[in-house]
């Protein structure tokens, strides 16, 4: 402490320049019996020369470095140290570090982010960096978002495995980090349409046959009951019918009766008995997913081509652990797969399924996403009065939809006077404006006409265009109607030397295929159904 105050002291020496006044007396004032020091006379020159000292005294700011300096020697210096409570923690060597053994720090957490690559229909990929807690959902309106696609609720994200030959379309709730932790390295995200999705919630007898279904109890209330006893999970639905087994480990396919219950899946080891001392389990709900089989003749040597396959999700790569079956029909692989997906997920499938009708109940008429024009409710409409009106007559529609057809027709005739021909010429451009179009596929096969088909989802309605192979100035329009895909021809035809488009050997006649497919939404005509969703293929 002393040569702390010696330190001060010497600080401030030149700042103590003023002198000590005298002391004051009770009344306040100085003792007149002290005589001034040199006499009144001195004293007033030395008081005035000690003041004008003191007003052009500089601040001595070195000094004040100096103090702090001299306290921070003090504090590390004069303080006594303070024992250490824990030598045990310390090393062995002079100020080293304390050494923590291994395993006494919690586990580093993961990362936030994460890089995953999504690839298109049409072989295009595109590396999104996601949360680790992003759903299938929000992933998949973020790349319609990027992608400047329409946002309808059918767009959803496909686990392909090239070396399995299987894939399945990832739930809306399903976690895309943690489903990627469970794929292998040739593995890969798709992302495409799938308009069955969430068809069975619309029309479940479609998707489930009355023979291949059963209860604890007696099902009366169509439908809405239907769906309630999969969706409860005191009930117990069960899926029974014939499927082809492939054995574990062999090549071979036996044919079983077989039966889907919330438990599992269960094969009878006599005939078509249900009695439990002759199921034997087959695959478990909870740690598998089921997948459609793409290439089970040629991978597998299957049976028929509607096969299906019941992963666990630790097999990576190895097939031996797969249960591979195969159904007679497409539409009985869609019952046994839908039921598989409604018995593991139940309500989170229908909560899935409303979370869009919500939001859009949420939503203001002008803030709502724009849809396409073919997935709308289209009607005809009659402009020709002051007020526009709908036309529910077919018979008056399919002659106003002719009308306008002719009216396109001689406006592209005026224009044809205007020049030579040219690239964008009326009839140059009617053959060849639906290229741009995005149910036009071009020059495509059947069969990868069909595939497009499967993979988009077998509703009605659910079509694409395409060149023919057979006739290079025809087109063929494939279509879907009750899970089954039928093929029809649009062949050109000429009329007073203008070349139209037909479905009907001439009976309705289009100047381009755009005309052709506006009409066959509103009207079903030779068609078994009318266009409602079209195949589309997005670059990413």
């Known amino acids: 402490m002393s040569d702390m105050s010696t330190s001060l002291e010497s600080l401030y020496p030149a700042c103590n320049l003023q002198p000590e006044p005298a002391p004051p007396r009770q009344n306040g004032q100085h003792s007149r019996n002290q005589p001034p020091a040199g006499g009144a006379k001195a004293a007033q020159p030395q008081e005035s020369s000690q003041q004008k000292v003191q007003r052009s005294q500089p601040v001595h700011i070195l000094a004040v470095r100096r103090l702090q300096e001299e306290d921070q020697q003090f504090r590390t210096s004069s303080l006594p140290a303070i024992p250490n409570p824990f030598p045990e923690l310390c090393g062995t060597g002079a100020g080293s570090p304390p050494a923590l053994p291994s395993g006494s720090l919690p586990p580093s957490q993961p990362p936030a982010k994460l890089d995953v690559k999504v690839f298109g229909e049409d072989a295009t990929c595109k590396v999104v960096e ?99 006893n999969f969706l409860n999970s005191s009930s117990c639905p069960e899926i029974q019918g014939y499927l082809h087994v492939k054995e ?87 019952c046994w797969m839908t039921a598989f997906r409604l018995l593991k997920y139940g309500m989170l499938l229908y909560q899935s399924y409303r979370v869009p009708q919500q939001r859009k109940a949420l939503l203001t008429p002008f803030s709502s996403p724009m849809r396409s024009v073919s997935e709308n409710s289209l009607v005809a409409m009659d402009f020709s009065g002051q007020t526009g009106r709908v036309i529910e007559n077919p018979a008056e529609a399919q002659s106003a939809a ?20 040219s690239p964008l010429h009326p009839s140059t451009l ?62 050109p035809c000429e009329d007073d030397g203008q070349m139209f488009f037909s479905l009907d050997d001439g009976n309705t006649k289009f100047s381009d295929l755009i005309q052709l497919v506006d009409f066959y939404q509103l009207n079903k005509g030779v068609l078994p159904c009318k266009l409602k969703h079209h195949c589309v293929r997005v670059a990413l």
Not at 263 to 277: A, I, Q, V
Not at 283 to 298: H, N, Q, Y
Not at 442 to 449: L, N, P, T, V
Request: proline share 3%; charged share 25%.
């Open 130 to 228: 996601i949360m680790v807690d992003m759903t299938a959902r929000d992933l998949c309106q973020l790349l319609v978002y990027r992608s400047h696609c329409v946002d309808d609720n059918s767009w959803t994200l496909v686990e392909h495995h090239p070396h399995l030959g299987l894939e399945r379309c990832l739930e809306d709730h399903e976690l895309v980090a943690q489903v990627e932790s469970t794929m292998a390295g040739d593995s890969k995200f798709l992302f495409r349409k799938n308009y069955a999705k969430y068809e069975f919630f619309k029309n479940p007898t479609n998707f489930f046959p009355e023979q291949m279904v059963t209860w604890c109890q007696q099902s009366n209330g169509g439908q809405t009951q239907l769906l309630q």
């Open 248 to 334: 574990l480990g062999r090549k071979s396919w036996k044919k079983m009766y077989l039966c889907l219950r919330r438990s599992g899946l269960y094969c009878s080891t006599k005939g078509s008995s249900k009695e439990p001392r002759h199921l034997q389990l087959l695959a478990d709900l909870e740690d598998c997913s089921v997948f459609s089989v793409i290439t089970g003749r040629k991978q597998y040597s299957a049976p028929t081509d509607f096969g299906f396959c019941i992963k666990p999700n630790k097999v990576l790569h190895e097939t031996k652990e797969l249960r591979l079956l195969c159904a007679e029909d497409e539409q009985s692989r869609t």
């Open 402 to 421: 002719l009308e306008e057809g002719h009216a396109w027709r001689k406006r592209s005739t005026r224009m044809s006077v205007l020049g030579n021909q």
């Open 430 to 491: 009617s053959t060849v404006i639906h290229r741009t179009q995005h149910w036009f596929h071009g020059r495509i096969s059947r069969e990868e006409s069909h595939r497009i088909i499967k993979q988009q989802g077998l509703v009605d309605g659910l079509f694409l265009l395409r060149d023919s192979q057979s006739n290079p100035k025809a087109f063929v329009l494939t279509l879907c109607h009750h899970q089954k895909i039928k093929n029809f021809q649009i062949l």
